[in-house]
């Protein structure tokens, strides 16, 4: 194994470990933030369906749309000043996904590209596991390789230039990240 997996592979174990009560303190907040979304938000349009169908979401009517002033997250804001200063959160967030429900800051609400950005994120959800799948991934490519560098976020990225048709090659061409679960969405946790 080359020096860059070993780093890798040592990187991922330190950070499951610390992650570890992260991780579950995210699942349930991610969990009541879905339930609110889904109870409080709007359904998408007919293009918004083709959108999320062209970037791999499986069960496009669950999904839900949230317009907010600001994207909550759960962290003191002396917390979230540090993430941001380590590259493990960016500090103009304007949208974030909570399994089928997704949070748009009022000011970018109705921003194709970061509508595509944040349904690559619900494909993933139904991809990796619900919650525990998803987040464990994300939380760990955020420490390491730093966001935005991780796979689930080049992934998004795809998916925003596709919905901005500066994707030439199309989406034949992105490689869904996949990590231990089958791309079955039936294999929910
Ligand atoms: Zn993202």
């Not at 907010?68 to 500090?91: I, K, Q, Y």
């Not at 590209?113 to 991809?127: M, S, T």
């Not at 061409?173 to 079955?184: C, E, G, L, R, S």
Request: glycine fraction near 6%.
């Amino acid at each position: 194994m080359n020096q860059r997996l070993w780093r890798s592979a040592i990187a991922m174990v330190a950070t499951d470990l610390m992650l570890s009560p992260l991780l579950l303190c995210a699942a349930l907040w991610v969990r009541c933030r879905e339930a609110t979304i889904l109870r409080e938000g709007k359904p998408l349009t007919a293009d918004e369906i083709a959108l999320a169908r062209a970037v791999g979401v499986s069960v496009v009517d669950r999904v839900r749309l949230f317009p907010a002033d600001a994207v909550p997250m759960p962290l003191p804001r002396w917390l979230r000043r540090a993430a941001e200063l380590h590259g493990w959160l960016s500090p103009h967030i304007a949208g974030m996904t909570h399994g089928y429900g997704i949070v748009l800051r009022n000011d970018c609400y109705g921003d194709r590209r970061l509508l595509a950005h944040e349904l690559a994120h619900v494909a993933q959800y139904e991809r990796l596991g619900r919650f525990s799948g998803f987040l464990r991934q994300y939380l760990r490519e955020c420490v390491w390789p730093g966001y935005p560098h991780g796979l689930l976020e080049i992934e998004a990225r795809h998916a925003e230039a596709m919905a901005a048709g500066t994707l030439t090659q199309g989406r034949e061409n992105v490689i869904p990240y996949a990590a231990d679960k089958t791309n079955d969405p039936r294999s929910h946790d």
